[in-house]
């Protein structure tokens, strides 16, 4: 019998139910590690209160920090809560929706290094806010990115996904936020909350 031979072309590696689990735990993973450094400035705050001040007293010293953390939170599950739903139809991946989920992590784990930069800085710091409200910008577009793959390759899903449109909105509404957060920089993370204007967005477009 012949020696089979191994000087084959090397294929590209199968994608299998369990490298897509990886894939998602993973990202699910780094998320959760996120959201939770959010809490750490929060933590160092409480320890700081000095003899004779009360939870009251340091809530009216610090709410801008307390304001930053429940909006970042709300955001970042905003953005999983997208994720999840994008991934709950994909059956398989390639080498560009693994890259492209990579950038959005990274964007995500950026957060909270931004969010302490508010925290710590000038209410008026327009780059603080620029890299805080950028690395949104990218987020989105980084899961845009991953929606338009998909579709471009349909024999990675399971099901087809919903309206594409909303991370262009989303996209839209934060890159909106970032220049008005660095013309207007005294209003600063509450230009975030256009976010709730994604919905609304989208209604409006699908009638017309």
């Known amino acids: 019998m ?29 998320v959760a590690i996120a959201i939770t450094l959010l809490i750490l400035p929060l933590v160092d705050i409480a ?8 939870a009251g007293d340091l809530l009216q010293e610090h709410w ?15 953005f999983w809560t997208l994720h999840h739903q994008v991934f709950e139809h994909v059956r398989s991946y390639n080498t560009r929706v693994m890259q492209l989920n990579f950038l959005w992590l990274i964007s995500i784990v950026f957060l909270p290094f931004a969010a302490n930069l508010l925290n710590s800085g000038e209410d008026s710091d327009r ?20 929606e338009w793959e998909l579709r471009r390759s349909p024999e990675l899903l399971a099901t087809p996904l919903g309206d594409s449109r909303r991370g262009l909105i989303a996209a839209g509404l934060l890159a909106a936020a970032l220049v008005l957060a660095v013309v207007f ?3 600063g993370l509450l ?18």
């Open 127 to 146: 780059v603080a806010h620029a890299l805080y409200l950028g690395s949104m910008v990218l987020t989105s577009l980084a899961l845009t990115g991953i």
């Open 185 to 187: 920089p005294t209003i």
């Open 64 to 78: 801008p920090a307390l304001l930053e953390f429940l909006i970042t939170f709300w955001v970042i599950s905003r």
């Open 47 to 54: 320890g700081d209160m000095t003899a004779g001040e009360s």
């Open 2 to 30: 012949a020696a089979r031979s191994y000087t084959q072309p090397m294929t590209e590696h199968a994608r299998t139910d369990r490298g897509l689990d990886r894939l998602v735990n993973f990202s699910d993973a780094t």
């Open 191 to 208: 230009w975030t909350l256009l976010l709730l204007l994604q919905g609304t967005i989208a209604r409006l477009l699908r009638r017309v």
